[in-house]
């Protein structure tokens, strides 16, 4: 553990200088690791176990799109690929990552292989909080832990092959057998983590849900759909908007902000841009945190997981899913998107 000034505020972190990848190997060494579905994050987490030489399965549904993948990444049905139930059977070390509302179905049957000092694991606090909704009570005698990874199973995986990592957090829910707490910092250096911190399954659904729901997904989406629509609404062309709006987001600021903060992105910018970006700041922080806090109250009462049980437990909900980003995908705006990546130099 290292104490890190986070701005004035100490926090224990764990760094791979201190959980070396080759501590994590000897705490699993004697594990055998299922990772129950190979949607998103299935593989970015299978693939870079099975990168660092922890013995993996996989565990997912025969038949579906997902079985098709993982046999496409080298899995070999029989011998590291399983029905889910059969890889709980084989496994000491359960990793859950099913579909949030995929766990509710598939739990009886994952329950049964659950015995005595095996390891319950999850990507997400949202099974285990929302327990009253899911269904999901885990044994006693298991230890249940988290590692939620910060973004993408696509990212992490990425991030692993050129050297980087995605940061995680950890939680342990239950310590059945007082090594739960190393078998989860062991499995979150294991799938390729960059650092890790701590957290309570609680809070990381409660701000795993909002994040997604705000900044990072829902509210990006919704601002760059109003300035996209002024501007056209204003007269300006497709190019001009979407340049102004995305391409330029994506392309030289939010890089900027990435590789030293927002007051190295706004130095970089004139002085003209820096005093108005400055003077509207405000008010864009006055107009969405009632949102952000009404979205917030919304996931704490448990509606956002309702809404999300409800949505993704009907057996067409991919088909939904599907049509809504088509929607999206054949708007003004992303057809834009489309034609202005295309345009981009290449070397
Ligand atoms: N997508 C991400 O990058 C990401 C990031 C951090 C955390 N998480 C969490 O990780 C977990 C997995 O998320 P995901 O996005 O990879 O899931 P996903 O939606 O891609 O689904 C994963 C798999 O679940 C299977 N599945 C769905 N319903 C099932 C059922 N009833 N029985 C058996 N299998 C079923 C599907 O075949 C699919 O392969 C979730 O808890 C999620 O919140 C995801
Ligand atoms: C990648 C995200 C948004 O961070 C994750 O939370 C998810 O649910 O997919
Ligand atoms: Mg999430
Ligand atoms: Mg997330």
Same mark, same amino acid.
């Given at each position: ?30 594990? #055998? ?20 030489? &922890?013995?993996?399965? &996989? ?20 011998? #590291? ?13 359960? $990793? ?12 009886? =049957?994952?329950?049964?292989?659950? #015995? ?11 099974? &285990? ?62 799938? =390729? ?11 990381? &659904? ?47 600021? $939010? ?6 903060? $927002? ?38 009462? =448990? ?45």
């Amino acid at each position: 553990m290292a104490t890190i000034n986070f701005g004035g505020v100490l926090e224990n972190v764990v760094k791979r200088d201190e959980f070396p990848l080759g501590k994590a190997q000897e705490v699993l060494k004697n594990e #055998t690791v299922a990772v129950i579905g190979y949607g998103v994050q299935g593989p970015g987490q299978a693939l870079n176990l099975r990168d660092n030489e &922890v013995n993996v399965i &996989v565990g997912q549904r025969k038949g579906t799109g997902s079985w098709k993948k993982a046999l496409a990444d080298g899995w070999e049905e029989g011998k #590291t690929l399983f029905t889910v139930e059969e890889a709980c059977d084989k496994a000491t070390v359960v $990793m859950n990552l099913l579909s949030d509302a995929g766990q509710i179905q598939a739990w009886e =049957g994952m329950k049964k292989h659950l #015995t005595k000092g095996k390891t319950l694991y999850f990507s997400h606090g949202f099974g &285990v909080t929302f327990h009253e909704k899911t269904g999901i009570v885990p044994p006693a005698d298991v230890d249940v832990v988290l590692v939620a990874p910060k973004g993408s199973g696509t990212s992490l995986r990425s991030l692993f092959l050129s050297g980087q990592g995605l940061n995680s957090s950890y939680a342990v829910f239950q310590d059945a057998t007082g090594k739960a707490a190393e078998r989860a910092l062991a499995l979150g250096i294991a799938i =390729g983590s960059g650092y890790l911190f701590e957290t309570t399954f609680q809070k990381e &659904v409660y701000s795993d849900l909002t994040g997604e729901r705000g900044v990072l997904m829902g509210a990006v989406a919704g601002i760059f759909e109003a300035q996209f629509n002024v501007l056209r609404q204003r007269g300006h062309s497709p190019s001009e908007a979407f340049n102004e709006t995305v391409e330029e987001f994506t392309q030289s600021l $939010m890089p900027l902000i990435a590789e030293n903060g $927002m007051d190295w992105m706004f130095a970089n910018c004139s002085t003209t841009a820096q005093r108005g970006a400055l003077d509207w700041k405000g008010k864009f922080r006055e107009a969405t945190e009632p949102v952000l806090n009404e979205l917030y109250d919304s996931v704490v009462s =448990g509606k956002e997981a309702e809404i999300v049980i409800e949505a993704n437990s009907k057996a067409d909900y991919r088909n939904k899913l599907e049509e809504e980003l088509n929607e999206m995908h054949s708007s003004e705006l992303w057809q834009t998107g489309l034609e202005v990546r295309k345009l981009r130099p290449t070397k």
